[in-house]
C-alpha cells in the first residue's frame, strides 16, 4: 500500500511511503496547507537523513574513506516499510541495506511516526545505531506549505510569528550549499518576519540557534498553521522565489560550513550516537481558524 491517510478532529493527513513523506494535509476547515508537488518542486515534505543539506563537493570522509551523497540525503527518496497503519496513525521505517551501506557505510534503524489528534499532527522521528560502531548522522524535516495559504490572498500579506524573540543574526549557505562563514543581520523583526521572496534569492534562511521552539505561519483571512519542535535545534526557511510555497524546517544538523575538511564524525552540527543508542525529536503541525 503506497499511501495511508489519518483522520481526527476534521483534519485529514496522507502519508505515502515512498520517503515517508506528507503528501497533503487538509485542515478541519478543508484547505490543502500543503505544497502540492508541482513540476518546479516535485516534493511535498521531505524527510532529511542522514545529512542536512550539502556536503563540501557531494563528499564526505570516513575512516580515510570517501564517500558520495548528495543533498540533504537518500531517505527522501527511498522506499519505507509500514510497521503500523490505524485510523489515526501510521510509522515506517527505513533500515541499512547493501545499497545504503555503499554510500553510508553504517548500521542504522530510522523510523517516522505519524499520529493525528487534537493537537494536530505530531510527526516523531527515531534514529537508532544498531551497528558495533558510532553513527554518524543528521536528520531534519522540510514541510512545503501554499503560500498563499488561500487563493486570492496576496503572498506578500503573510508573515511569521515566532514564539520567542529573534533579534539575532541568520546563517545562509552560498552558490555551493555550504554555510558561509559570517553571521548576517537578521530580517526577523521581534518575533514577526514579514514574508516576500526576496527574503530567498540568497537561499535559506537560517537560524542555528533558534531561540523559538514554535512559529506561525498565516495572514489576514487565511488559517494559522503552527510548526513546533522538541529535540530540533536548527531552523530553515525557504522557498524558490517565484513558487507558491513556504518550507518551515525543523532540523538537527546543516551543511558543512564552508572549508571544512574533516571525517564525517568531526563535522559541524554532526550527532554522533554510539551502538545501542538513539536518538528521537518531534515536529507537529496544527491549523486554526
Not at 135 to 154: K, S, T
Not at 238 to 257: F, M, N, Q, V
Request: net charge negative; glycine share 10%; aromatic share 8%.
Amino acid at each position: 500500500m503506497p499511501h495511508h491517510s489519518i483522520t481526527a478532529g476534521g483534519t485529514t493527513a496522507c502519508i505515502k511511503s515512498s520517503g515517508a513523506e506528507i503528501c497533503s494535509l487538509v485542515s478541519a476547515a478543508g484547505t490543502e496547507l500543503i505544497w502540492q508537488a508541482h513540476e518546479a518542486w516535485p516534493r511535498h515534505a521531505p524527510n532529511l537523513f542522514p545529512i542536512v543539506g550539502t556536503l563540501r563537493d557531494n563528499r564526505y570522509r570516513h575512516n580515510g574513506r570517501t564517500y558520495e551523497m548528495s543533498r540533504h540525503g537518500f531517505a527522501r527518496d527511498s522506499l519505507f516499510h509500514w510497521t503500523e497503519r490505524t485510523a489515526t496513525t501510521a510509522c515506517l521505517v527505513l533500515t541499512d541495506t547493501p545499497a545504503t551501506r555503499a554510500v553510508y557505510p553504517f548500521a542504522f534503524r530510522f523510523e517516522i511516526g505519524y499520529a493525528i489528534g487534537a493537537d494536530g499532527l505530531v510527526i516523531t522521528f527515531t534514529l537508532r545505531n544498531t551497528g558495533d560502531e558510532a553513527l554518524p548522522a543528521a536528520m531534519g524535516a522540510h514541510p512545503a506549505f501554499n503560500w498563499p495559504l488561500r487563493p486570492g490572498v496576496a503572498k506578500e500579506v503573510h508573515s511569521l510569528t515566532f514564539a520567542a524573540m529573534e533579534g539575532g543574526s541568520i546563517r545562509r549557505v552560498g552558490a555551493d550549499g555550504l554555510l558561509r562563514p559570517t553571521f548576517l543581520p537578521s530580517p526577523i523583526a521581534g518575533r514577526i518576519l514579514a514574508l516576500h521572496d526576496g527574503l530567498f534569492v540568497e537561499d535559506a534562511i537560517i537560524l542555528d540557534q533558534p531561540a523559538s521552539t514554535a512559529v506561525s505561519f498565516g495572514a489576514a483571512g487565511t488559517e494559522t498553521v503552527t510548526v513546533s519542535w522538541e529535540g530540533f535545534t536548527q531552523l530553515g526557511i525557504w522557498t524558490r522565489p517565484g513558487l507558491d510555497l513556504l518550507c518551515i524546517e525543523p532540523w538537527l544538523g546543516y551543511s558543512d560550513p564552508a572549508g571544512f575538511d574533516g571525517e564525517i564524525s568531526a563535522k559541524p552540527g554532526i550527532v554522533i550516537l554510539p551502538p545501542g543508542t538513539s536518538r528521537s525529536a518531534v515536529h507537529r503541525i496544527s491549523a486554526a481558524p
